[in-house]
């Protein structure tokens, strides 16, 4: 853990006029996990596609291993390493198991790597195997999460961003899912970026976090000093944490209502 796979400085972004980061900059060591945590319309998943070049950087620069990646479209950002596991999954809702996983791997030619890690996939998701012939429309939101990051996984990322895993899922599910986060970081080694608004849990697995506010970056530092901040213990942890979470946003987007 000492250089840096991404380094973004005083990003700029947003939708039309409308700006939704404002000057915001951060690291992610190669081999880390670093969450980026915050309120709704804090600026979280805007910041994941600006990086994954799904919003237009109007300024400052993103760095993926020294290079600049900023400005290139999505497909060729995915080149570059980068997986994106979007907020909802976005999977192809017609389309089969098998082919969610497939179409993670559009970039790969090596077929018999692939056909390998299309096994691995289904061994680390034994369910998917018995769903691979399942159009993604028929399957649990746990289902649709082992899809997603299966999709992300086939593509052999060296950055893997993560927006809310958690969302929709029972707590029994959201564990196992950072479980398998905290493997693929810890024994894998992979690179992971997660955005995650249940704060204990992200804290729990990353080794730095960020704190957005209004586009901005506004805290940063050691993840588990960070989860004993005043700030972040009134206002996401705890008795905070439970206003947020009884927000009719907050519980909508978990499909609690
Ligand atoms: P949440 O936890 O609710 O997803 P967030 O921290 O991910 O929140 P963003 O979704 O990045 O926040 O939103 C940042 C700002 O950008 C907010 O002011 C939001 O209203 C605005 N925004 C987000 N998506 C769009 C869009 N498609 N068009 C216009 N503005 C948008």
């Known amino acids: 853990m000492s250089k840096p796979l991404l380094r973004i400085d005083a990003l700029e972004s947003g939708y039309g006029a409308s700006p939704a980061l404002r000057g915001v900059s951060l690291t992610v060591e190669s081999g880390s996990a670093v969450a980026v945590l915050g309120a709704n319309g804090a600026g979280k998943t805007s910041l994941l596609k600006a990086i994954s070049g799904a919003l237009p950087c109007w300024h400052g620069t993103v760095r993926l291993a020294g290079r600049d990646i900023h400005g290139l479209a999505p497909h060729r950002v995915a080149r570059h390493g980068v997986a994106h596991v979007p907020e909802g999954r976005e999977l192809f809702p017609l389309l089969s198991v098998e082919d969610n996983l497939l179409s993670g791997a559009y970039a790969r030619a090596d077929r018999p790597g692939l056909k390998r890690d299309l096994d691995g996939i289904y061994q680390r998701f034994p ?43 029972s707590p029994a599910l959201v564990a196992d899912i950072f479980a398998l986060l905290k493997e693929l970081n810890r024994r894998q080694g992979l690179t992971l970026l997660v955005v995650e608004q249940h704060t204990q849990m992200a804290l729990d697995l990353a080794h730095k976090a960020y704190l957005m506010d209004a586009g901005r970056m506004v805290s940063e530092g050691d993840a588990k000093r960070f989860a004993e901040t005043r700030e972040v213990r009134d206002r996401y942890l705890g008795s905070g944490r439970q206003a947020i979470q009884g927000s009719t946003r907050w519980r909508r987007k978990r499909g609690w209502i």
């Open 127 to 169: 369910i998917l195997s018995d769903l691979r012939r399942r159009a993604a429309l028929h399957l649990s939101g746990g289902e649709q999460q082992m899809v997603a990051i299966g999709r992300a996984l086939i593509a052999r990322p060296r950055l893997l961003m993560l927006d809310e895993p958690s969302l929709g899922l």
